[in-house]
């Protein structure tokens, strides 16, 4: 059974830093593309980010040139480097294995920035 947990959520002054992990179990990691969404209060999901594992990564014009992904594939896990963090960053961030005919997400881990 597939399983994605996210961690490393927190609240964060602005300007500051975040690194977000996606631990994933029942699954190898390291042949899928692994995508981070969020959630902000009130708003729709958006998608944040996708790592795909080696080839070229790709972002949200929003959060280009401050966040970056990474994966360990021995940790089976997948980096969010947030950096450069901003009030409207403020979300539930999710990290998502889109396969077919099963698309696996995780609970989420909050994010706030607020000074």
């Known amino acids: 059974q597939v399983h994605l947990v996210e961690s490393g959520g927190g609240l964060v002054q602005p300007g500051g830093s975040l690194r977000l992990s996606c631990t994933g179990s029942?699954?190898?990691?390291?042949?899928?593309?692994i995508m981070w969404y969020r959630q902000a209060p009130g708003k729709q999901r958006e998608w944040v980010a996708v790592d795909t594992g080696g080839y070229s990564p790709d972002y949200n014009e929003s959060v280009k040139g401050r966040f970056t992904v990474s994966r360990d594939n021995a940790k089976n896990t997948v980096y969010l480097q947030m950096n450069s963090l901003e009030p409207d960053d403020t979300a539930v961030y999710y990290c998502n294995l889109p396969l077919s005919p099963t698309d696996y997400w995780g609970r989420g881990t909050q994010v706030t920035v607020s000074s």
């Open positions: 029942g699954i190898d990691f390291s042949i899928y593309n």
